[in-house]
């Protein structure tokens, strides 16, 4: 069983930064992807960023370069840190975890998992 826990959404002027955290526990196995996304009120959940249990990082077009993905692949912990975040940015965060689990010694095929989300607002 994986779980997956995100704390540190809440209300920011614009212009604003916040920093998202992310725990995964359960029998991961240690090769795996890990990253955010999120889903705006009436609109489609959309990727934000992934990084893999090596550290390479893939970014959504449209962040220009505002939030930083980066993880602890010893402890299956990721963050997101955002910056000069705009009204646009509203959406609930969800923590997604893709990879395998060890049952009984037992390499499953890999999944997604996710996490409960966090909401993050941003007023203008």
């Known amino acids: 069983q994986v779980q997956l826990v995100e704390s540190g959404g809440g209300l920011v002027q614009a212009g604003g930064s916040l920093r998202l955290s992310c725990a995964a526990s359960?029998?991961?196995?240690?090769?795996?992807?890990m990253g955010w996304y999120r889903q705006a009120p009436g609109k489609q959940r959309e990727l934000v960023a992934t990084i893999t249990s090596g550290g390479d990082t893939n970014y959504a077009d449209f962040l220009k370069g505002r939030f930083t993905i980066s993880r602890d692949s010893s402890k299956n912990t990721v963050w997101l840190q955002m910056n000069s975040l705009s009204p646009d940015d509203t959406a609930v965060y969800y923590c997604?975890?893709?990879?395998?689990?060890?049952?009984?010694?037992?390499?499953?095929?890999?999944?997604?998992?996710w996490g409960k989300g966090t909401l993050v607002t941003v007023s203008s």
């Open positions: 359960g029998s991961i196995d240690s090769m795996n992807i």
């Open positions: 997604n975890l893709f990879g395998s689990t060890r049952t009984a010694g037992i390499l499953r095929a890999p999944m997604d998992y």
